[in-house]
Nanobody
Framework: QVQLVESGGGLVQPGGSLRLSCAAS????????MGWYRQASGKQRELVAG???????NYADSVKGRFTISRDNAKDTVYLQMNSLKPEDTAVYYC????????????????WGKGTLVTVSS
């Protein structure tokens, strides 16, 4: 009964910016880590950025210095600020929540959103 809902995708020109949001809802007790993955046409899904509930972050080398991940633990929401976008950033971006502990169970689980399309093109 956990849902991850992404928003903020769209069409943007190279050099532009977008901000993605992902809100987790349900009977959630704790989320250890939230992150963003992306999958371009014909390619494998890859990690873009991740953040723990303590605030530590990690980024793919291809987005370091351009993207920033942040998290609002109280709202179970994660954001991805994307600046200086490049055509190669075009992909479906997926929100991920790992180590999710529900109020009704003692074990953790992993959840995925349905994705939001980001297209960077002139």
């Amino acid at each position: 009964q956990v849902q991850l809902v992404e928003s903020g995708g769209g069409l943007v020109q190279p050099g532009g910016s977008l901000r993605l949001s992902c809100a987790a809802s349900g009977n959630i007790f704790r989320i250890a880590k939230m992150g963003w993955y992306r999958q371009a046409s014909g390619k494998q899904r890859e990690l873009v950025a991740g953040i723990t509930n303590s605030g530590s972050t990690n980024y793919a080398d291809s987005v370091k210095g351009r993207f920033t991940i942040s998290r609002d633990n109280a709202k179970d929401t994660v954001y991805l600020q994307m600046n200086s976008l490049k055509p190669e950033d075009t992909a479906v971006y997926y929100c991920n929540a790992d180590g999710v502990v529900l109020t009704t169970s003692p074990y953790s689980m992993n959840y995925w959103g349905k994705g939001t399309l980001v297209t960077v093109s002139s």
